[in-house]
């Protein structure tokens, strides 16, 4: 109870600062320009008197004096007017910037306690059917096919893992303006068409196919370039109903070399298709997902694709789904 009084909202904080401010400086404005109406009249009142009792049948607004206290009384409105409303422009652009990098501060927050929430069970969970696997093989005697069929299960458990870490250390890599990676000429055919072999054994038992052209090559590291596409199958599995079809594709023309995968699952809405690579997002919250996941994959997809000086775009899939396609310059095979 004493926490939630004393750890207030952030934002309500910062609206009734930034409301108190505010009234405040166009409270002292007023008073500033109640106080320069005043001085003026006074003045005026007093110029009168003393006018009158130096020329009785003259009209004082008529005089030199009267319309050089008037002209002095405008000079000082207009500069209370003008510094009064710069002052108030600046401090509302500049609450309003506070507020953005506060809100993108908030932001970043809740994204990475959302990873430690998605982290950690993206660890456990494999951790503990590895776990389970084994003791079922060390305690019991099972027939040659359920053997299999654990051994199997794990395998797939045992990659899963292999890959999260991979993307939490590419994550921190790229981080750099010069993450380190390599530019060995490889051949990105055979990598892709190992990677498609390891999916079509996934537990969803979504049929993955492969379109994929043999022997091109690319200068890329070759690591990277296999996060790359696990990171794009993983996505493309994880959002599709089971008993669907994924299609890795791997092509060239003159000038470059081109991944598609695509897939027919949920679909990403027109509003998302940028904001999907962003480091840690993944729509929805961490409490409530279903689908598994840390918010790297595709961040680390495209921060390979802009390191390799290559394009990456997501389309609609019809009738439903996404289509990932991504192109690098290629290089023609020895």
Known sequence: MLRKIFSPDPFKVFYLVFTYILAFSLWWAYLLYAKNETAYKEKIELNRI????????????????????????????????????????LLLLGLLAVRRVFSKEMQLARQQHNFLLSITHELRSPLASVKLSLQTLSLRKLDAEKSERLISNSLIDIDRLESLVNNILFAAKIEHDEPGFSNEEIN?????????????????AIQVIDKVKPDLYLNVDPIGFSSVVINLVENAIKYSEASTTISVSLA?????????????????????KERVFGKFYR?????????????????????????????????????????????FPRILAK
């Open 50 to 89: 003393a006018y009158h009792q130096l020329h009785p049948a003259t009209d004082y607004d008529a005089s030199t004096d009267f319309i050089t206290v008037s002209a002095k009384y405008s000079r000082q409105r207009f500069m209370i007017l003008g510094e009064g409303g710069v002052f108030i422009f």
């Open 188 to 204: 990105v055919s055979e990598i892709t068409q190992l990677i498609v072999e390891r999916f079509a054994r996934n537990k969803k």
């Open 252 to 272: 060239d023309d003159n000038s470059r070399v081109y991944l598609i995968v695509a897939d027919n699952g949920i679909g990403i809405a027109d509003a998302e």
């Open 283 to 327: 729509v929805g919250n961490e409490n409530t997902r279903k689908t598994k996941g840390t918010g790297l994959g595709l961040y680390i997809v495209k921060r390979f694709v802009e390191i390799y000086k290559g394009e990456i775009s997501i389309t609609d899939n019809k009738p439903a789904g996404s289509v990932f396609k991504l192109s």
